[in-house]
């Protein structure tokens, strides 16, 4: 067997996408977590989880709250975007590239008590198959079985050798769960991780607060509220007055003047694997021809859109792929501005479709830009912004009613998703899944090439249009520190962050 994954520290925590854990520390490093035990911080969020099961509720909300904070997995992603250990201290990976051996944390419990060990393994991958309700759980398809060897050794075996399988541990996916705490996920979460839920007050606030019996390093801000706000001026009203420290992700880039004071508020930017994504509804008229799907393309002006819609923050991509992927290539010319290209598509035919979006700020901001820029070709679409999360991901998701719609796509490497015939694009083409296919089983270079020849095709297909990548835009009162420049994973990580 050859070994990797190996880390060697002074035990404790990892890495994380907004700052250095630790873990162990010395007397002093104690004395100082001692003293800002009693830190709390307020950050300001728009989209409210509908519950707090995200095995069964689609959305990054859920995710964004409490993937790392209150759920840990085997492994999960460093700020740099690598694979790296976390409820596994290392693994071993045989030679034909289909077995997985995870030696575990030892010490580990849930927030219930309960002893973490190689038995939750195997039940939190059985629950995939049994109990999980999201189309992504494909992701994990190669996994044949889960063996626990002893306490602190599970065996994972998959049926071809696979690239993402770590890379989607580090999702929600690989979520560990204990066997005696998911009788009420939707309101009682039970993680291993160093928050545990305080309180939720729907409609307003999430709190959660240290984990007493966290095996790793305790974090600095002992209770984080997430407080939730209808839209984008109340969001930043709350910063300006004090209500919270931080907003996790403007929603209003026009505003940003408003934070320009150094002395009060530090302002960051950077970038997301977020793709802002025109989905259209391959498997019914008007956009079940892909002549209509490609006018769509040369009709939205995406410079426009980004400068009118977002203030010019963010990047056009033109793909499902975005730069922080190895196998990013830049799109944006597949599909130039073109009006008179987009009338010849349409055949001087025009339309009546439906647009229907989720009620969030960017989501509305880009639907009266695109819905100007495709009138002028003859395509006339009627906005009908939806409460988000239930009302869209019940109309749009779940049941593909819609025509036109406008979402964040924050997943990690999700442009999978669009080998599910049965995902809400409708996209259809068993060409584009045996490239992802694979890329997933070939070595380094084979899967990158693959990639790229995946996005080339679905991007040739007009399964979908990319309006722009969304920025990571933070702002807090100064003074709070360890907030991440780049948002690579689906979760809002606290366990690094401090107040001065």
Same mark, same amino acid.
């Given at each position: 067997?050859?070994?990797?994954?190996?880390?060697?520290?002074?035990?404790?925590?990892?890495?994380?996408?907004?700052?250095?854990?630790?873990?162990?520390?010395?007397?002093?490093?104690?004395?100082?977590?001692?003293?800002?035990?009693?830190?709390?911080?307020?950050?300001?969020?728009?989209?409210?989880?509908?519950?707090?099961?995200?095995?069964?509720?689609?959305?990054?909300?859920?995710?964004?709250?409490?993937?790392?904070?209150?759920?840990?997995?085997?492994?999960?992603?460093?700020?740099?975007? %690598?694979?790296?250990? &976390?409820?596994?201290?290392?693994?071993?990976?045989?030679?034909?590239?289909?077995?997985?051996?995870?030696?575990?944390?030892?010490?580990?419990?849930?927030?219930? +008590?309960?002893?973490?060990?190689?038995?939750?393994?195997?039940?939190?991958?059985?629950?995939?198959?049994?109990?999980?309700?999201?189309?992504?759980?494909?992701?994990?398809?190669?996994?044949?079985?889960?063996?626990?060897?002893?306490?602190?050794?599970?065996?994972?075996?998959?049926?071809?050798?696979?690239?993402?399988?770590?890379?989607?541990?580090?999702?929600?996916?690989?979520?560990?769960?204990?066997?005696?705490?998911?009788?009420? &996920?939707?309101?009682?979460?039970?993680?291993?991780?160093?928050?545990?839920?305080?309180?939720?007050?729907?409609?307003?606030?999430?709190?959660?607060?240290?984990?007493?019996?966290?095996?790793?390093?305790?974090?600095?801000?002992?209770?984080?509220?997430?407080?939730?706000?209808?839209?984008?001026?109340?969001?930043?009203?709350?910063?300006?007055?004090?209500?919270?420290?931080?907003?996790?992700?403007?929603?209003?880039?026009?505003?940003?003047?408003?934070?320009?004071?150094?002395?009060?508020?530090?302002?960051?930017?950077?970038?997301?694997? +977020?793709?802002?994504?025109?989905?259209?509804?391959?498997?019914?008229?008007?956009?079940?021809?892909?002549?209509?799907?490609?006018?769509?393309?040369?009709?939205?002006?995406?410079? %426009?859109?980004?400068?009118?819609?977002?203030?010019?923050?963010?990047?056009?991509?033109?793909?499902?792929?975005?730069?922080?992927?190895?196998?990013?290539?830049?799109?944006?010319?597949?599909?130039?501005?073109?009006?008179?290209?987009?009338?010849?598509?349409?055949?001087?035919?025009?339309?009546?479709?439906?647009?229907?979006?989720?009620?969030?700020?960017?989501?509305?901001?880009?639907?009266?830009?695109?819905?100007?820029?495709?009138?002028?070709? +003859?395509?006339?679409?009627?906005?009908?912004?939806?409460?988000?999360?239930?009302?869209?991901?019940?109309?749009?998701?779940?049941?593909?009613?819609?025509?036109?719609?406008?979402?964040?796509?924050?997943?990690?490497?999700?442009?999978?998703?669009?080998?599910?015939?049965?995902?809400?694009?409708?996209?259809?083409? @068993?060409?584009?899944?045996?490239?992802?296919?694979?890329?997933?089983?070939?070595?380094?270079?084979?899967?990158?090439?693959?990639?790229?020849?995946?996005?080339?095709?679905?991007?040739?297909?007009?399964?979908?249009?990319?309006?722009?990548?969304? @920025?990571?835009?933070?702002?807090?009162?100064?003074?709070?520190?360890? &907030?991440?420049?780049?948002?690579?994973?689906?979760?809002?990580?606290?366990?690094?962050?401090?107040?001065?």
């Amino acid at each position: 067997m050859r070994r990797i994954g190996t880390w060697i520290a002074a035990g404790g925590l990892l890495l994380s996408i907004a700052a250095c854990g630790g873990g162990g520390g010395s007397g002093a490093a104690d004395g100082e977590r001692q003293a800002t035990q009693e830190q709390s911080l307020s950050v300001g969020f728009v989209a409210e989880p509908a519950n707090l099961d995200f095995t069964s509720t689609e959305g990054v909300a859920i995710p964004q709250a409490l993937l790392v904070n209150v759920y840990e997995g085997l492994v999960k992603l460093d700020q740099d975007g %690598a694979i790296a250990p &976390l409820l596994a201290e290392k693994w071993e990976v045989s030679d034909d590239r289909k077995t997985y051996t995870f030696t575990l944390r030892q010490g580990v419990k849930f927030s219930n +008590g309960a002893d973490f060990t190689a038995d939750d393994v195997v039940f939190s991958f059985e629950r995939l198959k049994t109990d999980w309700k999201l189309k992504i759980t494909s992701q994990l398809d190669m996994v044949e079985k889960v063996e626990k060897k002893d306490d602190t050794t599970a065996v994972v075996t998959l049926s071809k050798p696979s690239n993402s399988f770590l890379y989607t541990l580090a999702t929600r996916l690989g979520a560990m769960f204990s066997r005696t705490g998911v009788d009420d &996920l939707a309101n009682t979460p039970v993680g291993t991780g160093p928050y545990q839920l305080g309180e939720w007050r729907r409609g307003d606030h999430i709190r959660l607060d240290a984990n007493p019996g966290y095996w790793g390093e305790k974090p600095a801000i002992s209770s984080v509220t997430l407080k939730y706000f209808k839209d984008a001026t109340a969001l930043n009203n709350a910063l300006l007055t004090g209500g919270i420290d931080v907003i996790s992700a403007v929603n209003a880039p026009e505003s940003l003047d408003q934070f320009a004071d150094p002395n009060r508020f530090e302002v960051i930017e950077g970038t997301t694997n +977020g793709e802002v994504v025109l989905s259209m509804n391959n498997g019914r008229p008007p956009f079940d021809d892909k002549k209509v799907r490609q006018a769509v393309r040369h009709a939205i002006d995406h410079q %426009a859109l980004l400068d009118t819609a977002w203030a010019g923050r963010g990047q056009l991509i033109g793909a499902m792929v975005p730069p922080t992927d190895p196998w990013y290539e830049d799109r944006t010319g597949d599909y130039p501005y073109d009006v008179e290209k987009a009338k010849e598509l349409l055949g001087g035919k025009t339309y009546d479709v439906k647009m229907r979006i989720p009620n969030l700020p960017y989501a509305v901001a880009s639907a009266q830009v695109v819905k100007s820029q495709l009138a002028q070709v +003859g395509i006339n679409a009627d906005i009908e912004p939806l409460e988000f999360p239930a009302r869209w991901l019940d109309a749009v998701f779940t049941n593909a009613d819609y025509d036109l719609s406008i979402i964040n796509h924050v997943e990690p490497r999700d442009i999978s998703i669009f080998a599910n015939k049965d995902y809400y694009f409708r996209y259809d083409n @068993p060409e584009f899944g045996k490239l992802l296919a694979a890329a997933d089983e070939g070595t380094e270079q084979e899967q990158i090439e693959n990639y790229k020849a995946a996005a080339k095709l679905m991007s040739e297909d007009a399964a979908a249009d990319f309006l722009f990548l969304f @920025p990571n835009l933070i702002v807090a009162k100064k003074g709070v520190t360890g &907030l991440p420049k780049n948002a690579i994973s689906e979760s809002f990580d606290f366990t690094g962050l401090a107040k001065q």
